[in-house]
């Protein structure tokens, strides 16, 4: 029996009409269309702060950045479509 591959999708901008989740709306139709297990999030849905290392030793790891982990860990496969600024 063939492996369903399980992949997490999410665009790298929250922005509305943004050409990034555009992009991840047509990669996970193609991936659910070629098999696969896919789970779409969007960041904006898990916030965060700016990395600081000086933060993230006095309270430790976001919650929700621990959260993003379990999911990747959780996936056989990770999708980002990136925003590019000009």
């Known amino acids: 029996m063939p492996m369903i591959p399980k992949i997490l999708v999410f665009a790298g901008s929250i922005r509305w009409g943004a050409f990034s989740g555009r992009t991840a709306d047509v ?45 990747i860990a959780n996936h ?3 999708l980002i479509a990136t925003p590019e600024y000009n």
Do not use: C, H
């Open 27 to 71: 990669a996970q139709k193609e991936l659910a269309m070629q098999g696969a297990e896919v789970t779409r999030i969007s960041l904006g849905d898990y916030p965060l702060p700016i990395m600081d290392e000086d933060l993230e030793k006095e309270k430790g790891i976001p919650e929700n950045a621990m959260r993003i982990g379990r999911l």
């Open 76 to 78: 056989d496969g990770l």
